[in-house]
């Protein structure tokens, strides 16, 4: 069992944990708890680099998996977890993975741009529902956080092993959607987001409702969609907004 906080292994998961730089770097992300590291591992195709678990609180059916299949896995204490985990109540494993390469699809024809979203939870949301939504790709502008921030990888639920998703610059945007249909999520707007045409090859860009749209995505939208409210009502969440407007889209194009 490992019990000390300098050996290298714990050392490089909590630096995946906690720095942004270090996941570049070493192309690694770490997966907390029992759910997404199964999904990651069964369905996402993915092998684990290595496992930590903590006997007494970690699934023991998992963690029977990883070791018939010869993961390499380890036992921590309890200080280790909490350590190298990023959860108030961690479950007890966690799970050193690759970070995923999924490359964009030779042909576009649904695409969801993010425009600077700031909230990790936010950004791993969307992703889900893109997922969901049958989305070919999710670009990321600049200004996005890290799509591979524990809290974005929380919220995404796996998403990120199922979806071609890239950070991309402006001009490299505009060009992946030559030829599409580009749509702007936008409060303003002037096209309500059930009269816009999803049958044709499209791409949505959603922004922070906090900042509003970049003068980039601006530039490079079409037309602006919006989503009629109630008077009282200020915005929507932009991870609610882009639900509603992928969904609609998924039922349009079929």
């Not at 059916?61 to 280790?80: C, K, M, T």
């Not at 969901?132 to 524990?150: E, K, Q, R, T």
Request: glycine content about 8%; overall charge negative; hydrophobic content about 45%.
């Amino acid at each position: 069992m490992i019990t000390s906080l300098q050996n290298d292994k714990v050392k490089l998961a909590h630096q995946l944990q906690t720095q942004p730089k270090a996941r570049r770097k070493e192309g690694k992300i770490v997966l907390e708890g029992t759910r997404l590291i199964r999904d990651a591992y069964e369905r996402g195709g993915t092998r684990p680099d290595y496992v930590f678990y903590q006997p007494d609180v970690a699934d023991a059916s998992l963690v029977d998996l990883f070791e018939r299949h010869r993961v390499f896995i380890q036992p921590v204490n309890a200080e280790v977890m909490r350590h190298i985990t990023a959860t108030d109540g961690p479950q007890g494993i966690v799970a050193v993975f690759p970070t995923p390469q999924s490359p964009l699809p030779t042909v576009l024809g649904r695409v969801l741009i993010l425009d600077d979203i700031r909230d990790p939870g936010n950004l791993g949301a969307m992703l889900r529902t893109a997922a969901a939504a049958g989305v070919d790709a999710v670009l990321l502008s600049p200004g996005c956080v890290d799509a591979y921030n524990p809290k974005a990888l929380r919220a995404g639920m796996g998403a990120h092993f199922r979806l071609a998703l890239a950070e991309l610059p402006w001009p490299d945007i505009a060009a992946a959607c030559d030829g599409l249909l580009v749509y702007l999520a936008d409060m303003q707007g002037d096209l309500t987001y059930d009269r816009a045409d999803w049958s044709s090859p499209w791409a949505l860009i959603v922004g922070s409702e906090a900042h509003g749209a970049s003068a980039e995505a601006t530039a490079l939208a079409g037309k602006r969609v919006y989503i009629p409210m109630s008077a009282e009502a200020e915005s929507l969440n932009a991870a609610v907004a882009a639900g509603i407007l992928l969904f609609e889209a998924h039922r349009q194009g079929g």
